[in-house]
């Protein structure tokens, strides 16, 4: 059992209190998910000329005290790009204007047990263990600003409670995936998809989804087309919310199984598992609640 939850503002103004209107939506999940905690955040896009990476570092021996500006000044003397950190606590963000596949090569070669969690030109990525509280705290979310968001709270079931088995799964440039629920066939998808050359950094069956659903958009399907093969390819029990820079989308099996609740207005489109998450939105009363149905797909723009 797990807790997701969404967030995707319309009004331009709220994109200041994204971070603020999550938290307790988050921690409202706090039961479905007390192992770990994390969240997607989507703001607004760098150059087209930069990518940013969001990193954590708990796995080093100097965890939340790990020496990000020694790195960044190694990595801009190394090669030839201008690199800048954004950091807190045991997770940076750093934003590479220059050939960003070569820092990623550069970063596994001189600090291996930096682990990448997200790149793209729009999101920024944490996840850790502890509580949703615990979390929502250290990485300060109640500042977070943006357009959209995807969270989630881990009750482990199939694999071991560390930071990089939390959620969100990432996949390419701007997109992540939650999940709650099981897959039946997740070695299955990874047995179709290593031949590809997609490498596969955890054994959670999430990832599998994630890999799955981003090679998909990598080949050329529109979102709605790879959530339709998803429907075809995934087999168990899920609800998944996925965001890209552009779109949040959300499915569930064809039994729907997991629950999955949504609060609509001219303001916000806002997810969670249960309702107790949504309940302190503002004009929530007024808002269009309903439940999704069994494989249909909700896909909205950011």
Known sequence: MC????????????????????VPMLIGM?????????????????????????????????????????????????????????????????????NVERVKTWLRERYPKLYLLSSGRSIDLYKDI??????????????LKGSHLVGHT???????????RAHPFTAGDDFCLV?????????????KLEPQGIHFDTDNDTEAACRFLEWRLREGDTLPVALQKG???LDGFYTFLMGTSTELA??????????????????YVAIASEFRSLAHL???????????????????KA
């Open 3 to 22: 807790g997701i939850v969404g967030l995707l503002v319309k009004t331009p103004a709220l994109r200041e209190r994204l971070g603020e209107l999550m």
């Open 30 to 98: 706090t039961e479905r998910g007390p192992d770990s905690a994390g969240l997607a955040v989507f703001g607004k896009q760098v150059d087209v000329s930069q990518r940013k990476l969001s990193i954590y570092a708990g796995f080093t021996e100097e965890g939340a005290d790990f020496a990000w500006q020694p790195l960044v000044e190694a990595l801009n003397g190394a090669m030839d790009v201008t690199a800048r950190i954004d950091s807190k606590g045991n997770h940076g963000v750093l934003t590479v204007q220059g």
């Open 130 to 143: 502890g509580s949703p509280s615990q979390v929502a705290e250290r990485y300060d979310f109640a500042n």
């Open 154 to 164: 881990r009750m482990a079931t199939e694999s071991a409670v560390t930071p990089d």
């Open 179 to 191: 999940h709650n629920g099981s897959l039946s066939n997740a070695h299955g998808v990874r047995r």
């Open 231 to 233: 429907f075809e390819e």
């Open 250 to 267: 959300l499915i569930r099996d064809p039994f729907a199984c997991k629950p999955a609740v949504v609060a609509e207005n001219d303001d």
């Open 282 to 300: 503002p004009d929530i009363k007024n808002a269009r609640v309903f439940e999704p149905a069994p494989e249909e797909m909700y896909v909205w």
